[in-house]
C-alpha cells in the first residue's frame, strides 16, 4: 500500500511564504516509479480543485489564480513533492492534500504493485492577519 504524508501547513499573514511537503512511502515495499504528483485545495464549501501539478518529468501546471506566486517541485530520488507558496492571499485558504497518479511499487521477488489516485490526509493552510 502506497501512503502520501503532507506537512507545512500552517497560519500564515497575508503576503507571507508557506512550503508544503508531501512524501509517498510504500509501506514494506519499494517505489519503482510515480506518475504525477499534483497538490488540490478544499476552501470551505467549495469543490476541491487542482492547484498544481507535476508530471514525472518535470513538465507543471497550474491553476490560473496561483501562477506567478505557486511553485511546484518534485524529488525522484526522495519520491516527494513540493508546493512553494508565496504572495499569499486570504483566499488561499483551504486543506491541502496531495496526490499521486500511477505509482509502481515492489520487493524481492514480490510485485509489481500498481497504486493510482492516491490521496493524503491533507494539511491545513490558514491566511489572516
Known amino acids: 500500500q502506497v501512503q502520501l504524508v503532507e506537512s507545512g501547513g500552517g497560519l500564515v499573514q497575508p503576503g507571507g511564504s508557506l512550503r508544503l511537503s508531501c512524501a509517498a512511502s510504500g509501506s514494506i515495499f519499494t517505489i519503482f516509479s510515480i506518475d504525477a504528483m499534483g497538490w488540490y485545495r478544499q476552501a470551505p464549501g467549495k469543490q476541491r480543485e487542482l492547484v498544481a501539478a507535476?508530471?514525472?518529468?518535470?513538465?507543471?501546471n497550474y491553476a490560473d489564480s496561483v501562477k506567478g506566486r505557486f511553485t511546484i517541485s518534485r524529488d525522484n530520488a526522495k519520491n516527494t513533492v513540493y508546493l512553494q507558496m508565496n504572495s499569499l492571499k486570504p483566499e488561499d485558504t483551504a486543506v491541502y492534500y496531495c496526490n499521486a497518479d500511477k505509482t509502481v511499487v515492489g520487493g524481492p521477488g514480490d510485485g509489481p504493485y500498481t497504486y493510482r489516485d492516491i490521496w493524503g490526509q491533507g494539511t491545513l493552510v490558514t491566511v489572516s492577519s
Open positions: 507535476i508530471t514525472s518529468g518535470g513538465s507543471t
